[in-house]
T-cell receptor, first 116, second 110 residues
């Protein structure tokens, strides 16, 4: 089956530093990847949609300069949280749609970010 | 814009009984189907079931079934014979950009 590997699973960083989260499709090519953010006991909020080779499309209210998304290849998308602050602490999770095949949406295992 | 609504923040069910989790959608685009996911405390998203918008019959997957009523724009998840391991968050989502509802926290009582 389709697998998306997301790393790191947990990260603690100091306020003001940047953190990069990777999502890699292991056995398929992902034409589109979605990035979500989830606070405890809340829903997954779509942050942005990334397509390989083009700029990401951000949802309203999401700061594109703070949450940098790069989808440089059909198997890798990255989310960089720049100048992180404690309020950026959250659960971040990606989802990928295959270029071909009917796997549907495949999710990474998520990254729990804590900014101290 | 599409909106997915789950009106039950929390639900309790006795082990071995059936439970229905509600989901309604509001969208002008009828082409996308509906998904249900389970999210245990670990955070992983587990795909449960999918209903295509043009499917004539309700989807079923083992103990999971969908009560899909297109006219009412609802796609309720029915879990039969609940198990303790079913305790988790459950999310309904609409295809396309995969927008999620607020979620329902299901607790199964022994």
């Amino acid at each position: 089956g389709a697998v998306v590997s997301q790393h790191p699973s947990r990260v603690i960083c100091k306020s003001g530093t940047s953190v990069k989260i990777e999502c890699r499709s292991l056995d398929f090519q992902a034409t589109t990847m979605f990035w979500y953010r989830q606070f405890p006991k809340q829903s997954l909020m779509l942050m942005a949609t990334s397509n390989e080779g083009s700029k990401a499309t951000y949802e309203q209210g999401v700061e594109k300069d703070k949450f940098l998304i790069n989808h440089a290849s059909l198997t890798l998308s990255t989310l960089t949280v720049t100048s992180a602050h404690p309020e950026d602490s959250s659960f971040y999770i990606c989802s990928a749609i295959p270029l071909i095949g009917d796997y549907g949406y495949t999710f990474g295992s998520g990254t729990r970010l804590t900014v101290v | 814009a599409q909106k997915i609504t789950q009106t039950q923040p929390g639900m309790f069910v006795q082990e071995k009984e059936a439970v229905t989790l509600d989901c309604t959608y509001d969208t002008s685009d009828p082409s996308y189907g509906l998904f249900w996911y389970k999210q245990p405390s670990s955070g992983e998203m587990i795909f449960l079931i999918y209903q295509g918008s043009y499917d004539q019959q309700n989807a079923t997957e083992g103990r999971y079934s969908l009560n899909f009523q297109k006219a009412r724009k609802s796609a309720n998840l029915v879990i039969s014979a609940s198990q303790l391991g079913d305790s988790a968050m459950y999310f309904c989502a609409r295809g396309g950009k995969l927008i999620f509802g607020q979620g329902t926290e299901l607790s199964v009582k022994p």
